[in-house]
């Protein structure tokens, strides 16, 4: 009996060839696969075993910065409360002080101005009418100036 080889058996042999050739490349992956897998495994697990405990401590942390930050928070709220209390106290007493200082202001402008014009004119009603003009004036002035200062 005479074996008989046909291009049909050839064909054969070459797809059988190249299956086992593709098996084998395909299995070789798989390997290397699994063994990116395993590599990728270990890292999360060495990851989560080291970086739970620090995220513990800055938790903690965190905790215990914003309890500082409470006590500064109610440090500075401490601070502006002083702070406009200074500050109604002043412009109480600056208030107060106002009309006083205007007045004794005026009247030395008054008086130095009636002085002079006593000197130059010698006429003691030119010299009252002069220092009411500018002890007027004077105020006026040191009313402009203070409303500047205070914003208004």
Known sequence: ????FTWGNL????????LIAVGLTLAYLF????ETFVRVSTFVRRTESELLPVLNKVGGTVDRVNGQLDKVDRIT?????AV????????????TVR?????????????????????????????VQAGKDA??????DLEEELGERDGG
């Open 1 to 4: 009996m005479p074996l008989a």
């Open 11 to 18: 064909a054969d042999l070459a797809v059988t060839i190249f």
């Open 31 to 34: 390997l290397r696969l699994a």
């Open 135 to 140: 002890a007027v004036r004077r105020e006026q």
């Open 84 to 95: 406009e209390a200074v500050d109604s106290g002043v412009r109480t007493v600056s208030a």
């Open 99 to 127: 009309k006083p200082v205007q007045k004794l202001a005026g009247f030395a402008a008054g008086v130095s101005y009636g002085a002079s014009s006593l000197r130059t004119n010698r006429s003691w009603r030119g010299a």
């Open 77 to 81: 709220d401490s601070a502006v409360d």
